[in-house]
């Protein structure tokens, strides 16, 4: 009778087990197609609720993110603020040259260096203006991008030398019909191809080498339509950028970008521009999901960490790794960090090794809060309507790639990582089935 009864009861639970894998594969395979991996927990447990392959490793997208923000609070903390210097070397106490030391402040806009350099206003600098962009060391794109990434709104080129997003702004206005139509620009330097017409609207801005051009047709009955692009050529465009700014504070000189580290040594100070802290940018940044800050914010981090030895992104590899084994206990040695926002396809992490580190990350309360909720206005969560209230999560999107990372703050609070690859629908199609699956296990 006992055996009897022991056998009833492994055919039971292999039952059960079954039928919550049939669950699970129900709720996902039998809905679209695609490799779906997943991980739920309790935050203070050493064991899963659920998970399936787990540890297999894949593109995190935007996912990492949740990395780069758990480290910048942890590393460079909730006051930490970017500072851009304006020096002077000087000569029988006259002003000789001129340095704007840049810090790779990914907020940095036009209308602060005008405020910052109004010391100098109306003068005529006898030596070099000089832009200093060596707080970084590395190329301005991170490497295996998206060939189609490169130039767009959302994936700029990153430098110490960040200005105005490092994005170009264009407002195309209809003209007289057939006549080129009329565009103004915030870099200075476009070429346009776009005529005003009777047909719809048709507009493309592309980058070859240093030179913007702009192609198509606008409506002639169209309102001004505004188009934004990334320079391929990061130098060209800030310096095109300070040229402007010099000429409307009236500041004449030779303007060039150099290294300055020994000049600097004997500069004189003149003025210095805060950017708002970490604790005021970085959540706006994890709710848009803004790759160029979170880039910046990488390469801040590693540079800060030791910046002799990088000359490359995935030189910061090994310091991010490092970085999460001091501060989270964690060891990642398989796991592949090359930039801060998830872009490049060279990342690759296991979901297992993300849920764990969600787990660690939960006590750094101002990272849970800066995290999305759902219908957020200008999240990512913003037309994520069905997932539940309590959900704080990031999102991660590529060509192939649909994830979503975060936490159910319930009274017993989890941490959950699905992560889908390789799928035929389209990427909306997909984040139904991931957020019915979430609803499920955490509604």
């Known amino acids: 009778m006992k055996l009897k009864l022991t056998t009833y009861l492994c055919l039971f639970v292999i039952l059960f087990l079954a039928g919550c894998s049939s669950t699970h594969d129900d709720l996902l395979y039998g809905k679209k197609s695609a490799f779906y991996t997943y991980i739920i927990g309790d935050i203070d447990s050493t064991n899963s609720q659920i998970e399936k392959d787990a540890d297999v490793f894949i593109a ?8 780069t923000a758990l480290l910048a609070y942890k590393t460079l903390g909730s006051d930490f603020c970017y500072q851009t210097k304006l020096l002077a070397l000087k000569k029988d106490n006259k002003i000789e040259d001129i340095i704007i030391e840049f810090s790779g402040d ?12 109004e010391p100098l206003e109306g003068m005529h600098i006898k030596g070099k203006i000089i832009l200093d962009n060596s707080a970084f060391n590395t190329p301005p794109q991170s490497p295996n991008r998206m060939i189609d990434d490169i130039g767009t709104w959302y994936a700029q080129p990153v430098s110490a030398m960040n200005l105005d997003e490092n994005l170009v ?12 139509a009329i565009i103004t620009n915030d870099a200075g330097y476009l070429v346009s191809g776009i005529i005003t017409g009777v047909e719809k609207s048709s507009l493309k801005l592309v980058c070859e080498g240093e030179k913007l051009k702009a192609e198509g047709t606008i409506n002639i009955t169209d309102k001004p339509v505004k188009l934004t692009i990334s320079p391929i050529d990061i130098d060209g465009f800030v310096l095109n950028k300070i040229k402007q700014i010099l000429k409307t504070k009236k500041i004449t000189g030779k303007v060039v970008i150099e290294n300055t580290k020994r000049l600097k040594e004997s500069a004189e100070l003149l003025a210095t521009h805060k950017s708002q802290p970490l604790s005021v940018f970085l959540p706006p940044a994890l709710q848009c999901s803004d790759n160029f800050v979170f880039d910046s914010l990488y390469l801040t981090i590693i540079h800060i960490q030791d910046a002799a030895s990088i000359k490359k992104w995935e030189d910061g590899d090994k310091i991010i790794k490092a970085l999460i084994k001091q501060h989270f206990g964690l060891t990642m040695e398989k796991a592949l960090f090359i930039d801060g926002s998830g872009l490049s396809r060279y990342n690759r992490v296991q979901p297992r090794q993300l849920f764990k580190l969600l787990q660690k990350g939960f006590v750094v309360k101002e990272f849970v809060s800066a995290l999305p909720f759902p219908t957020q206005s200008k999240s990512s969560l913003e037309k994520r ?20 990372c975060g936490y159910a703050c319930i009274a017993q609070p989890k941490a959950f990582v699905i992560i889908a690859n390789s799928f035929a629908p389209t990427i909306a199609e997909t984040n139904v089935v991931i957020d019915n699956f979430v609803n499920y296990y955490l509604g």
């Open 60 to 67: 995190p997208a935007s996912c990492q993110k949740i990395v």
């Open 106 to 117: 990914p907020t940095l806009k036009s209308e602060d260096l005008l405020k910052f350099l």
């Open 169 to 180: 702004s264009i407002t195309v206005i209809p003209n007289t019909l057939f006549k080129p």
């Open 385 to 404: 309507t069905t997932l539940p209230s309590h959900i704080r999560a990031k999102t991660g999107s590529m060509s192939g790639i649909s994830g979503l």
